[in-house]
């Protein structure tokens, strides 16, 4: 009998058109866009012979010198699961074996975001009842979509390798959510039990992760090895593994593998460049680029060459291309990159000149590991010596003097943000903070352009750089989405979904942490720290756009019984001289109950798009999903009857108040 390969690949945001990185998309808010992105990613991967995707990636992230933060949807549970369900509706479709679908992964089962220090691999301690209400809900959200398997993590959870863990693994998965898919291990992960400590040998290791729930070991050779020898000894039945089977052939019979096992060759070109994928690829850069800062309004700027005559581009990222990708997205089968140079290049034309320094080179302190695999197209920039490091930064800082303006594109390459890439210092590394304060003192207008995977420290830019854009691994099409945004042929509408600290010691850092004593709100307050603010340089859910609006004329059903639900609705109008998105944000605080409750909790978005001066009325209901949490107390998700507040408006600072009860 021939049983067709289940040929997987980290198909994350793109095979061909390589899309924003998945935190780039999750700054959009826009769950519409990152399905029809993924759909995008699926076919052409399908069409390419690939059925399965390692991804999404749901892992909570909340401290930014963890590498992988560039994968997922940032800090929120529920932004998180609302971005979960769209990849995995984009994937799949709405039922796995969809024509030009593929398999969904979610990974990294679970509490993988959480490593100590950011430091990737190690070790996550996390309470139960965190696990239930922040890095739980992702998995859960993606599951209920549909999605077909799920990956388990490298890391020890509380003590018990992820990928021999049983609670997780069965009493999580199986028991109480009631998965019907299989887990297969991240790669070498179930020989790793051995490394952990968790394992005496690798034997013991494929009997841990087996009986834990594992059904497919990933690369090792563990269980290819030693499960039959775990039968011959009878520790495993054929039974056993005769349950843990299934669920794999029925996703490659889902899949139409045993009917249609090959590919057609002859769509793989025409797939791979239909021109409307890279129209979706632009349009994603444009709704998920973050405009941080615009002080007297310097953007957008004037391409018509009546203003602005020339322009210098400057920083190691500016003629980047593999750098734009991710390190994921570089592995796979990339198309053509637009540059950030090139996108402006063409975006200006004869109307205005532009010119390009590269300034100091980037590259690790410690080298990655992935740089030299055989299939691996990055590599890092080299070390310069001290004259030519200098004579850069003077080519640099003298094309600047001879220009109007200048675009600063700095930030990291594709392999300091990314797997085994974390980080002791969010700051500027190879000399882009001197760089960026060298071409400011020309006193010509400064535009940051950010290419990166995570926050990075710059408050210094923050309190002197006028425009900042982040607009993270913008993919394909980032030189001419970016170029979009700069010159306002589109405008900028993507809101943060992490906490942007003012310096690396705040790390972790996230919104929704619970009241404590001389919370920030008392008149008192100033400062948890003596040398900074610890309140972040930019809120969770900020982003600026071309024009500006008002929220207002909030409605909130006063007193409901638990269990029911709560009608919100407000006025949203656009203020401005143009149109635009605005994303509307609901937070709510539960005042007192069973546990201390978050300060603010996200539990509703939504994308409005509106002309100037038009105004529109946005709805949100608050039920049982959105109310409820799990009481470490009570041991089990509890609606409790207490008095709430409610806010509205553009980050998670929002001014705007109501507040309701629930009864018994």
């Not at 850069?285 to 210098?312: C, F, W």
């Not at 003298?398 to 797997?419: F, H, W």
């Not at 656009?574 to 109950?593: C, E, F, S």
Request: proline fraction near 6%.
């Amino acid at each position: 009998m021939h049983i067709p390969v289940l040929f997987g690949l980290d198909v994350i945001h793109g095979y061909h058109t390589i899309f924003p990185a998945p935190i780039a998309m999750a700054s959009s808010w826009d769950t519409k866009m990152v399905e029809d992105a993924q759909a995008v990613a699926a076919q052409e991967a399908r069409a390419a012979g690939i059925q399965w995707t390692f991804a999404p990636m749901v892992d909570i992230a909340r401290d930014a010198r963890w590498g992988r933060m560039v994968e997922g949807a940032g800090e929120d549970p529920y932004l998180g699961s609302a971005i979960a369900r769209a990849q995995v509706l984009g994937f799949q479709g709405k039922q796995l074996g969809a024509p030009d679908r593929v398999l969904a992964c979610v990974k990294h089962f679970a509490g993988y975001g959480a490593a100590e220090g950011g430091r990737d691999y190690d070790s996550s301690y996390i309470p139960e009842e965190q696990m239930w209400n922040v890095y739980l809900p992702p998995f859960k959200a993606a599951l209920d979509a549909g999605a077909g398997s799920v990956m388990s993590a490298y890391m020890d959870l509380n003590d018990v390798p992820a990928s021999g863990n049983a609670w997780l693994l069965h009493d999580v998965l199986r028991d109480s959510w009631k998965f019907q898919g299989f887990v297969v291990s991240d790669a070498f992960a179930v020989r790793s039990l051995v490394t952990h400590g968790y394992a005496r040998d690798y034997q013991d290791a494929a009997h841990k992760a087996f009986s834990a729930g594992l059904n497919m070991d990933m690369a090792s050779g563990t269980y290819l090895k030693y499960l039959p020898i775990e039968v011959q000894q009878g520790r495993i039945t054929m039974q056993q593994i005769d349950d843990l089977v299934p669920p794999v052939l029925e996703s490659k019979v889902r899949l139409g593998l045993f009917e249609h096992p090959y590919i057609d060759e002859s769509r793989i070109e025409q797939v791979l460049n239909d021109p409307v994928h890279q129209q979706a690829a632009r349009r994603a850069v444009q709704r998920s680029v973050v405009l941080l800062r615009n002080e007297g309004g310097l953007l957008p700027l004037d391409k018509s060459g009546r203003t602005i005559r020339s322009i210098a581009v400057i920083g190691p990222l500016g003629d980047a291309d593999i750098d734009l990708l991710t390190m994921w997205g570089a592995l796979t089968k990339p198309g053509p990159t637009v540059s950030i140079l090139k996108g402006i290049q063409d975006k200006v034309g004869s109307a205005v000149r532009v010119e390009y320094a590269h300034g100091p080179n980037l590259y690790r302190d410690i080298p990655s590991p992935f740089e030299n695999l055989p299939i691996s197209a990055m590599k890092e920039q080299s070390a310069q010596t001290p004259q030519s490091a200098r004579r850069s930064m003077e080519d640099a800082v003298a094309l600047a003097q001879r220009s109007d303006l200048a675009v600063l594109v700095l930030g990291e390459i594709d392999l300091m943000s990314t797997e085994s890439a974390s980080r002791a210092s969010l700051r500027l590394s190879n000399r882009q903070q001197e760089l960026l304060e060298a071409v400011f003192a020309t006193e010509k207008p400064v535009v940051l352009v950010l290419i990166n995977g995570r926050p990075l420290d710059i408050s210094w830019a923050a309190e002197h750089v006028p425009a900042i854009l982040e607009a993270w691994y913008p993919g394909s099409q980032g030189g001419n989405g970016i170029a979009d945004v700069l010159f306002g042929d589109a405008n900028p509408s993507g809101h943060l979904p992490v906490s942007w600290p003012r310096s690396t010691g705040q790390e972790p850092l996230y919104y929704s942490h619970n009241l404590t004593q001389l919370p920030e709100t008392s008149p008192d307050f100033k400062s948890r720290y003596w040398d900074v603010r610890s309140t972040p340089l930019y809120r969770f859910g900020h982003g600026l756009t071309y024009t500006a609006f008002a929220f207002d004329n909030l409605r909130v059903t006063p007193q409901a019984r638990a269990g029911a639900t709560i009608d919100v609705s407000v006025d949203v109008t656009n203020t401005g001289k143009r149109a635009g998105d605005a994303v509307v944000q609901l937070y709510i605080h539960q005042r007192a109950g069973s546990a201390s409750r978050p300060v603010r909790q996200l539990k509703g978005f939504e994308r409005v798009a509106l002309d100037a001066g038009a105004k529109r009325t946005v709805h949100f209901a608050l039920g049982k999903d959105e109310l409820q949490f799990w009481s470490p107390t009570q041991k089990k998700w509890v609606v409790e009857p207490e008095q709430f507040d409610v806010w509205v408006g553009g980050d998670s600072s929002a001014a705007l108040h109501g507040e309701f009860r629930l009864t018994e």
